[in-house]
């Protein structure tokens, strides 16, 4: 459905991010290098999102301590997530944090390292509203365009419309308005959101579907893929993951 030492938080513009071609680098361009290129959404709150002007989150955390592991600086490029996929296939940057999943067909583009979290899709909708799936029946739902929760949101029985919207904060301002009935997306998003929303009238209903989350790179780039899959798991074998996922989350949500 969403990793390195020393975090730049500037905010490139897309029209310099694609404006001149970028090759594929493999492990050992990367390791001369001394940097990966990684992209992120930056509005995905609490797993990537700015804090006045500095990018921060589950996520960042997590970037940066891949990052140390490796022996690498990180350099962020922010990129919509309906856009992630293809700046990865055309080698705009060597990784992109993948908050939450994409959907099948266009999960087939990349490949996935070791899921780093594990989550699920919830809906939210008013307190005396659609908060089941069997109360999804009739009813419009909104999700974030291009993610696993449009996917989970197509199979449920009966709905009547699935309106996409280009992120998170977009789809609960529609539900606040009343232009959708429900929204899913990520439990953790959900819950962050009517934390800081107390007074919308929004409330957490059913967990749709469990979701493993993994960061995101082109296909076939497999001596990266294997470093990267061995620092992850060497910063979960340390408690490293856990330790960030508490701060942010008061319990350990990296999988099992």
Known sequence: MRFLAKLLAAVIPLSIMFSAPVHARDWNAIK???????ATEGAFSPFNYYEGTKLTGYEVDVAEALAKNLGL???????????????VKQDRFDFAIASHGYTKERAKAVDFASPHYCTGGMIAAPKDGSLTVESLKGKTVGVQLATSYFDAAKKIA?????????????????LKAKKIDAWISDKFTVLE????????????GEQVFVERVSLIMRKNNKEFMDKVNQGLAELAKDGTLKTISEKYFKSDINCK
């Open 193 to 204: 959101t009517l934390n800081k929303n107390p007074d919308a009238g929004i409330v957490a």
């Open 158 to 174: 009966g709905v009547k419309e699935v309106k996409t919207y280009k992120a998170d904060p977009e789809v609960f301002s529609a």
């Open 32 to 38: 001369n290098a001394g940097t990966i290129v990684a």
């Open 73 to 87: 600086k990180l350099e962020w490029k922010v990129v919509p997530f309906d856009a992630q996929l293809a700046a």
